[in-house]
């Protein structure tokens, strides 16, 4: 997952979604964060973090919910072996 920063908005949504996973810096753009370090290369692979499994629901909400569009989600594992949201599974 990355962010691109030329698209982000600065309105922190992600950051309501998941703070473990987006911050915002001083210049008021996102950034993805892993095991607590901020990912702050734009642009760069430097900047693609890995997602915990328990943090993936959220990622996805932020992502829908960005204004910019600038959130990008990569998968790589069988799209068979993720689990069903939970309004998906009540359905």
């Known amino acids: 997952m990355w962010i691109d920063q030329d698209l982000c908005t600065g309105d922190g949504l992600c950051l309501d979604h998941c703070p473990d ?3 915002q810096l001083e210049d008021g753009i996102a950034y993805v964060a892993e095991a607590g370090q901020v990912l702050n290369d734009p642009g760069g692979s430097g900047s693609v973090a890995g ?5 993936i629901v959220d990622v996805i909400h ?4 960005c204004p910019g569009e600038c959130i990008f989600i990569e998968v790589d ?7 069903p949201l939970d309004d998906e599974a009540a359905a």
Do not use: G, L, M, T
Request: proline share 5%; glycine share 0%.
């Open 51 to 55: 997602v915990q499994a328990r943090h």
């Open 62 to 65: 932020a992502a829908e919910q």
């Open 21 to 23: 996973v987006f911050v």
């Open 77 to 83: 594992v069988p799209f068979a072996d993720i689990e």
